[in-house]
């Protein structure tokens, strides 16, 4: 697949259910996942599948079904990534999230099944992908990174797996982040990203300069909030905004709320 591409809807499907970072909850994303069957909604994960949460193998196990069935992708996030890395081999440092990632796998009866599916399939998954004129990101975008591209520089792939950064760190420790790529790209454009846990039982939306929009879908579900979810139709315009909180069994509607459009050139970060 392409590291930037548009979603083909295959003909079963009447739109799209884009899910934020599930980070190891399977119990929500079920519910989720039941929403798009009954509605006939093609699901996408804006990535982070794993770590922070009780049953990353869970997540991992349902996200294959919905690929190999053609009812569903993941984007790339930067804790794939790094699990991805880490299973190939590669010398990465295995923070405590990781090391209880991989204890779940090692636990779980298919554990190792799952590895090397994850192995296969993440370098198939795109980083940034498109429907109309709504664009899905792990991160954070440049214009040239807009569907369809091929390949994607080094550079690219780390704005769209971290996003953009002054490159300090605020007293906890957090990264501080910015959003002066949003002002970059063409009026119209919704994008969807997640990462920056800023919204929480409402979702922030941000608009950039030049007139295109950001809707923040990471509701802090990594950290004990909701997880948020975007119901799209078949053209890619933006229909509801959903949300299932702690201990929640059903989607409800949650409201979206406006970020002032002049705002500070840096701001700290959530934990991502």
């Known amino acids: 697949m392409l590291h930037a591409a548009l979603l083909d809807l295959p003909g079963s499907c009447d739109g799209v259910l884009v899910v934020a970072d599930l980070h190891g909850h399977d119990d929500r994303f079920a519910r989720y996942a039941a929403f798009a069957e009954e509605r006939r909604l093609f699901l996408v994960s804006l990535g982070d599948l794993v770590d922070r949460g009780p049953d990353a193998p869970g997540v991992l196990r349902r ?4 690929v190999e069935r053609g009812r569903g992708l ?3 996030g930067n804790h794939d990534d790094k699990l991805f890395r880490t299973l190939l081999g590669r010398r990465t440092h295995i923070d405590e999230e990781l090391a209880i990632t991989l204890e779940q796998l090692q636990a779980a009866a298919d554990g ?36 369809p591209v091929t390949v994607f520089t080094k550079r690219c792939q780390a704005l ?42 409402a979702l922030r939306l941000r608009t950039g300069i030049g007139g295109a929009r950001l809707l923040h879908l990471d509701a802090g579900a990594g950290q004990g909030g909701p997880l948020a979810a975007a119901r799209l139709d078949a053209a890619g315009g933006l229909r509801e905004t959903l ?8 989607p409800r509607p949650c409201p979206v709320v406006p970020l002032p459009v002049a705002r500070a050139a840096a701001e700290p970060s959530g934990a991502s």
């Open 63 to 66: 996200m294959r079904g919905l």
């Open 74 to 76: 993941f984007l790339r």
């Open 112 to 147: 190792r099944e799952l590895e090397a599916w994850f192995r296969t399939t993440y370098p198939r998954m795109p980083f940034v992908l498109g429907r109309g004129r709504t664009i899905m990101v792990h991160g954070a975008l440049h214009p040239s990174m807009l569907p």
């Open 160 to 201: 769209a797996l971290y996003g953009q950064t002054t490159g300090e760190r605020t007293p906890e420790g957090r990264p501080v982040r910015i959003y002066r790529w949003l002002d970059e790209l063409p009026a119209g454009l919704l994008v969807i990203a997640g990462h920056d846990p800023l919204s929480d039982e």
């Open 243 to 250: 949300q299932i909180r702690p201990g929640a069994r059903e």
